[in-house]
């Protein structure tokens, strides 16, 4: 049963109207009302609302003499960094697409996977400064704090439809894809969220996730959205960044389980007050049960599972006022606008409980696959349901469980087994931190699970000894064929498991 909050939440959510602000109009609004207000900050500097336009007028009026116009596609290395966001906000302005790439390597490399993604000019910080090219030529833009604004060079963009933004898929299972998303879903599943959230003018926000990931580059989107202040930490290891999140008064935070359980970890020796934190965003599977209130009590927050991928940005959530259980095992119920059903291998519709393919439909979902006219359609069935390849099932309230992926099922003697299922009944056993799996070869069933398995500081298990506490928990024909023993479990630069790596060490 859903509490009094939760529904309220939601009904506030549903009685949303939809709306067609641009970056630029709420960024002007929000240095003309607030502007002295403590929008960014990192360990070296700090800019109010207005400084901000200032700057980030300043850097798109640059952007413009340098050629840049509505469609212009440039590929951003974005570290996780508040010029990094400075960039993007000008980039917003001039719609501009930003092709948001991977900083830990270098741009050619990055989109060379990627053919379908030609970009018209380079923006990168290599070099330590912020170097711009287009047509062989190279130049540099400053993105120095203003505190003037300068006359606009530029006619802001009024086309919120229309791509603004390249996100790759993980590629967690295969190559990926570019994802273009319109500042229009930006803006409006950001409104979603923080009702969520349970946001209020003071919220503080810490930008964790790497940029080039939905949940990344959402952080100060929600925080423009919300008039949030938001943190940019300069180190994601534990100890450091409990220091900063406890220092810069951080209410809200968004990362992954296997981020919130090392920091808990930590927390655990250091007990930093880090008592103004008070909500933890997360995506993935469901978080053994253990672990979810280890990292509850020792950050002392609320963790608020959510569903969401790039071709939709936010989905769906669960809220502040929904139970530990819920939070834990579900990932709650439609944002606004999206409408969402489960449906068999024929395409029909299942009833409540039946677990199939997660379908959507929402006038927030991406633009397209860029420059990959065949794929986008392949995504959409004859009658617009997006098909999102995540095998999942609802409850009567209208909860959304996420129980694995289509192409992570493994097929054994024509059964179908379930990654996720495996994984939570090996992470169930006390003995263990965490457990990957993933499926193999075999001459004999077709495929078969396999485990990668790490085991909590002090314990130690045997392969004979896993397999027996995992009988009554998991079917014969789903206990792992192989069990390696790790330190640690591979992760794409999302926080995800790397399933495709993760295979190879069964190969």
Known sequence: MLSEGSMRLDRDCREMGLVEDSTYELMKAFAEEEGEKRFLADETQSFTARETYCTVTAIANRLCELG????????????????????????????????????????????????????????????????????GKRDVVSVEKRTEAPKELFVPTKNVHAPSMLIFTSGSTGVGKAVAISQFATVNHNRNLIHRWECTPD??????????????????????VGR???????????????????????????GVASLFYAMAKENETLRLDTSALNTGFMGGSPVPEEQFSYIERYL????????????GYGITCTTYYDS???????VGRFFAWFTGCVRDANGKELPVGSEGELCLKGP?????????????????????????????????????????????????????????????????????????????????????????????????????????????????????????????????????HDKVNIKKLFE
Do not use: Q
């Open 68 to 135: 840049v116009r509505e469609g212009t596609v440039v590929a951003l290395r974005c570290p996780r960094a508040l010029k990094t966001s400075l960039i993007y906000y000008a980039l917003m302005f001039l719609g501009g697409i930003a092709t948001m790439c991977d900083p830990h390597t270098d741009l050619a490399t990055f989109l060379a996977g990627n053919d379908a993604v030609t970009p018209d000019a380079l923006l990168t910080d290599e070099t330590g400064e912020w170097v711009f090219t287009m047509d």
């Open 203 to 224: 919220s503080r926000y810490g930008a964790i996730l790497p940029f080039n990931h939905v949940l990344g580059i959402y952080c100060p989107m929600t925080a423009l």
């Open 228 to 254: 949030n202040f938001i943190y940019f930490p300069a180190s994601l290891s534990p100890a450091p960044l409990l220091k900063d999140i406890a220092e810069n008064g951080i209410t809200h935070i968004v």
């Open 300 to 311: 002392g927050i609320k963790l608020i599972n959510a569903f969401g991928m790039s071709e």
């Open 324 to 330: 530990a259980e819920l939070r834990r095992c579900s």
């Open 364 to 496: 927030m979902l991406m633009v397209g696959y860029y420059g990959n006219e065949a794929e986008t359609k392949r995504a959409y069935d004859a009658d617009g349901w997006f098909h999102t390849g995540d095998l999942a099932r609802f409850d009567g309230d209208g909860n959304l469980y996420i129980t694995g992926r289509i192409k992570e099922i493994i097929i054994r003697n024509g059964i179908n087994l379930v990654p996720a299922r495996i994984e939570n009944a090996i992470g169930s056993l006390p003995e263990v931190s965490e457990a990957s799996v993933v499926g193999t070869k075999h001459e004999a069933y077709g495929e078969v699970p396999c485990a990668l398995v790490v085991l909590k500081k002090g314990c130690s298990l045997t392969k004979e000894e896993l397999l027996e506490k995992l009988k009554g928990k998991l079917a014969k024909n789903e206990l792992p064929d192989r069990i390696l023993f790790t330190d640690v479990i591979p992760l794409t630069s999302s926080g995800k």
